[in-house]
């Protein structure tokens, strides 16, 4: 298992051209300005402030390199969807973002954070695409499950599993919470197959009729 604790910035840049090596294996994440995507990172990592948020939400246009160890990296992209943000901006970071997707060989596996609340917006599905078409995983991440009861984050995840099922068996789905740590260690597990750190599936979809959050196995969500 990757020692996530041990990340470190790498680099931010502002276009393709500014883009570290592509060598050795990298996961993205990537998400709405209001999803917890950074919230995600640091819990990941156990930082508080690794992953920094913007003071003014979408405004971000950078995408920000950590390191894990020679070879392994997590990429922060820039938020999407903040209302407040200029069209040529959210312009810019539809090219920005497809293009680091389409062209990226190092990058294995992106994880694309949905307040579990507000799941699958236009955005989301739109960038669900762009992946499909590079041919990439992912793992979407519904994070701020603990704003909902358990029943409510079952169903809520079942009904996200469904609507991803016409993107095949490279789209999964799970529950997170950055505040209470739900779903960190399968998070984990699944970011450590992607960079070839011997780890165990990603989570796999809840079996009919079967609880999609309770316990703590992978799959879960919990």
């Not at 990757?2 to 996961?27: C, H, K, M, N, W």
């Not at 405004?59 to 390199?65: D, G, H, I, P």
């Not at 069209?87 to 539809?94: I, K, N, Q, V």
């Amino acid at each position: 298992m990757a020692d996530y604790r041990q990340a470190r910035f790498l680099t931010s840049v502002a276009s393709i051209r500014g883009l570290p090596p592509d060598r050795g294996r990298e996961v993205a994440f990537a998400g709405r300005s209001n999803a917890g995507k950074s919230s995600a990172i640091n819990a990941l990592t156990g930082r508080r402030d690794l992953a920094r948020t913007s003071r003014t939400p979408g405004r971000t246009r950078l995408v920000n390199f950590f390191e894990l160890d020679d070879g392994r990296r997590l990429v922060d992209l820039p938020g999407y969807g903040y209302a407040k943000v200029p069209r040529a901006m959210s312009r810019e970071w539809g090219a920005l973002v497809r293009k680091y997707l389409e062209s990226r060989r190092s990058l294995a596996g992106v994880v694309v954070l949905m307040d579990i609340r507000h799941p699958l917006t236009e955005l989301d599905t739109t960038l669900l695409d762009w992946c499909r078409a590079a041919d990439l995983p992912v793992l979407a991440v519904l994070t701020k499950a603990d704003k909902l009861a358990r029943g409510r984050r079952a169903a809520a995840l079942s009904e996200v599993w469904g609507r991803l099922a016409r993107y095949g068996d490279g789209v999964r789905a799970m529950a997170f919470s950055a505040t209470k740590q739900i779903g960190r260690r399968e998070l984990a597990q699944c970011l450590d197959g992607w960079l070839e750190c011997g780890a165990e599936p990603a989570p796999s979809r809840p079996k009919e009729n079967a609880p999609a959050v309770e316990g703590k196995g992978v799959g879960r969500g919990e």
